[in-house]
């Protein structure tokens, strides 16, 4: 198993253009996860889906911010327009099933750079 | 307030020491604690969790942990430390509605 891949691994982009972060989860899982990481901030959920419905957004920090799973095998996380307090390295992580006492499989992160 | 506290932001230590991170959690319900680890550059793995039964659990890589809910603590440990221990690890405690909180994370550096 590849385990959790995400694309791009490094993104510097402009402040005002948009960025799309890409993930394909662990085949047969069925929970995905988007996660954000900053040194100020550590690592927080922004969004989760379970059987590709998102289920809980509260910590999408912005309207600029939204996210997709169209199918079971891959999520984009979205940002327009871009800004630099957005430069973090966002984490995909997937898990079998939605249970609070099964952990969660992370990729290995894309670093997100805005200038 | 749910909240994952790690009281050590940064940890040295050398080479074959014993080392303990420090994870507390606050809760008035059950909890089910994960310990991580992130090397550089690295998404995060899974060392340990407890979901139940024995307080003290054993994870990879000769990392153990144990539970105690009287302290509501989760402190990780490993009795001799390597070169390659040296990670970010994190601490997180997920409550029955599939809230996942991590701790900010505890820098471990170890020294030849």
């Known amino acids: 198993d590849a385990g959790v891949i995400q694309s791009p691994r490094h993104e510097v982009t402009e402040m005002g253009q948009e960025v799309t972060l890409r993930c394909k989860p662990i085949?047969?899982?069925?929970?995905l996860f988007w996660y954000r990481q900053t040194m100020m901030r550590g690592l927080e959920l922004l969004i989760y889906?379970?059987?590709?419905?998102?289920?809980?957004d509260s910590g999408m920090p912005e309207d600029r911010f939204s996210a997709k799973m169209p199918n079971a095998s891959f999520s984009t996380l979205k940002i327009q327009p871009s800004e630099p307090r957005d430069s973090a390295v966002y984490f995909c992580?997937?898990?079998?099933?939605?249970?609070?006492?099964?952990?969660?499989?992370f990729g290995q992160g894309t670093r997100l750079t805005v200038v | 307030a749910q909240s994952v506290t790690q009281l050590d932001s940064q940890v040295p230590v050398f080479e074959e020491a014993p080392v303990e991170l420090r994870c507390n959690y606050s809760?008035?319900?059950?909890?089910?604690l994960f310990w991580y680890v992130q090397y550089p550059n690295q998404g995060l793995q899974l060392l340990l969790k407890?979901?139940?039964?024995?307080?003290l659990v054993k994870g990879i890589n000769g990392f153990e942990a144990e539970f105690n809910k009287s302290q509501t603590s989760f402190h990780l440990r490993k009795p001799s430390v390597h070169i390659s221990d040296t990670a970010e690890y994190f601490c997180?405690?997920?409550?029955?509605?599939?809230?996942?909180?991590f701790g900010a994370g505890t820098r471990l550096t170890v020294k030849p």
């Open positions: 992580a997937s898990s079998p099933i939605l249970t609070a006492n099964t952990e969660a499989f």
């Open positions: 085949s047969g899982h069925n929970s």
């Open positions: 889906f379970n059987n590709n419905v998102p289920i809980d």
């Open positions: 809760s008035s319900v059950s909890v089910y």
């Open positions: 407890y979901l139940s039964g024995s307080t």
């Open positions: 997180a405690v997920a409550y029955n509605n599939n809230d996942m909180r």
